[in-house]
T-cell receptor, first 115, second 111 residues
Framework: DVKVTQSSRYLVKRTGEKVFLECVQD?????MFWYRQDPGLGLRLIYF???????EKGDIPEGYSVSREKKERFSLILESASTNQTSMYLC??????????????FGQGTRLTVV | SQQGEEDPQALSIQEGENATMNCSYK?????LQWYRQNSGRGLVHLIL?????REKHSGRLRVTLDTSKKSSSLLITASRAADTASYFC???????????FGSGTRLLVRP
């Protein structure tokens, strides 16, 4: 089974801290995604990566950056955490170079609280 | 901007009834997928329908796709309390590598 693992299930950080959310997948997938999920807003795409060292902005990249140094790992970075970044963060990966007819696999989510 | 929008936002039905959720999207797609999310967890893939397909079945799930109207529906037949979850549609953007989700439908199945 494909496994997508997020480093933390729950995280509490202080305003202004630099926060790293890690995501690792074990099936050699090319594409990886970071979403945040807020009540009533669904999943919003923050950043995605279709190859090592490649990244593209999603719909809400402000306040975030990402790193993809190895194929299996996609990190989301909050440069200076703010309370409006309190949210559920979901990582996903998918196999092909193009999104043709295959499913995405999700991690269990990281619930981040910024105080 | 969100590609897919689900309707209704919330749905409450009795066990045994059918549940229908709708999804609308904006751009050309290769496929449309439906996912399920139990409270506070990650999403799990349910079913994928390709842009050249009109209907697909998987167990108690039936998905339709109307590309002329840019819409899809998910029907869960003979619902069970265990079907209680949020359901999301997702579409791929043909011009990029993005996978875009809608805002979801919260389904409550009452025993």
């Amino acid at each position: 089974d494909v496994k997508v693992t997020q480093s933390s299930r729950y995280l509490v950080k202080r305003t202004g801290e630099k926060v790293f959310l890690e995501c690792v997948q074990d099936m050699d997938h090319e594409n990886m995604f970071w979403y945040r999920q807020d009540p009533g807003l669904g999943l919003r795409l923050i950043y995605f990566s279709y190859d090592v060292k490649m990244k593209e902005k999603g719909d809400i990249p402000e306040g975030y950056s990402v790193s993809r140094e190895k194929k299996e790992r996609f990190s989301l970075i909050l440069e200076s955490a703010s309370t409006n970044q309190t949210s559920m963060y979901l990582c996903a990966s998918i196999s092909p170079p193009r999104l043709l007819n295959t499913e995405a696999f999700f991690g269990q989510g990281t619930r981040l609280t910024v105080v | 901007s969100q590609q897919g929008e689900e309707d209704p936002q919330a749905l409450s039905i009795q066990e045994g009834e059918n549940a229908t959720m709708n999804c609308s999207y904006k751009t050309s797609i290769n496929n449309l997928q439906w996912y399920r999310q139990n409270s506070g967890r990650g999403l799990v893939h349910l079913i994928l329908i390709r842009s050249n397909e009109r209907e697909k079945h998987s167990g108690r799930l039936r998905v339709t796709l109307d590309t002329s109207k840019k819409s899809s529906s998910l029907l869960i037949t003979a619902s069970r309390a265990a079907d209680t979850a949020s359901y999301f549609c997702a579409t791929d953007d043909r011009s990029s590598y993005k996978l875009i989700f809608g805002s979801g439908t919260r389904l409550l199945v009452r025993p």
